[in-house]
């Protein structure tokens, strides 16, 4: 089955920039999306497509991919930055979807 | 105001059959303008996409629950529901639905989601 990689955790400073990182096989054929979810809420959806961003998300959160991996950039950390990031990718049939197992980012 | 809200039974029996629906207010199903999917969790496996329906009834499914799995859609009451069978355990999760919508040839959950349904298999 197809699976996509993520680092564990990521910590950073407030004001700080925190990188998160998601590679694939399929990359980059298939589009990249990601995803917040804090404790006890749905997913939010930060960034499409790899760099685009929905309205009404701040434009601290940025997105870029280069080859097989793809980056989610969080300038200027806050402090309710602090949650769980998961990226969402196609396998290279593009016929389902699989998460990545997930990024937890700590404000230190 | 988009809202989706799952309903269903919170604890099964091993080996029985999960039949949760997910009821929209504020859009109609039968727009066509987006799918309707669900994504469950658990602290085992963390987010997991289970599939999703178009409201022709055109669906995608994770091969992980192929055989197990199916989706339908009623757009006149404007719900879609999720059909697992078999059940173990191991399909304890919080099961959430949402609105998906595609663009650039491809598909993904967006926007709004259901607030989750703990469900226990025990």
């Known amino acids: 089955s197809y699976e996509l990689t993520q680092p564990p955790s990521v910590s950073v400073f407030p004001g700080q920039t925190a990188r998160i990182t998601c590679s694939g096989d399929?990359?980059?054929?298939?589009?990249v999306y990601w995803y917040q979810q804090k404790p006890g809420q749905a997913p939010l959806l930060v960034i499409f497509?790899?760099?685009e961003r929905p309205s009404g998300i701040p434009e601290r959160f940025s997105g870029s991919s280069s080859g097989t991996t793809v980056t989610l950039t969080i300038a200027g950390v806050r402090a309710d930055d602090e949650a769980d990031y998961y990226c969402l990718s196609a396998d290279h049939s593009a016929t389902y979807k699989v998460f990545g197992p997930g990024t937890k980012v700590t404000v230190l | 105001q988009v809202q989706l809200q799952e309903s269903g039974p919170g604890l099964v029996k091993p080996s029985q059959t999960l039949l949760l629906s997910c009821n929209v207010s504020?859009?109609?199903?039968?727009?066509?303008?987006?799918?309707w999917g669900w994504v469950r969790q658990s602290p085992a496996k963390g987010l997991e996409w289970l599939g999703y329906i178009f409201d022709t009834g055109s669906t995608f499914y994770s091969p992980a629950f192929r055989g197990r799995l199916t989706m339908s859609v009623d757009t006149s009451k404007n719900q879609f529901s999720l059909r697992l069978t078999s059940l173990t355990a191991a399909d304890t999760a919080t099961y959430f639905c949402s609105r998906g919508a595609c663009g650039g040839g491809s598909c993904f959950p967006g926007d709004h989601w259901g607030r989750g349904m703990l469900v226990t298999v025990s």
């Open positions: 497509r790899n760099t």
């Open positions: 399929a990359f980059p054929q298939q589009y």
């Open positions: 504020g859009d109609s199903i039968a727009g066509g303008d987006y799918l």
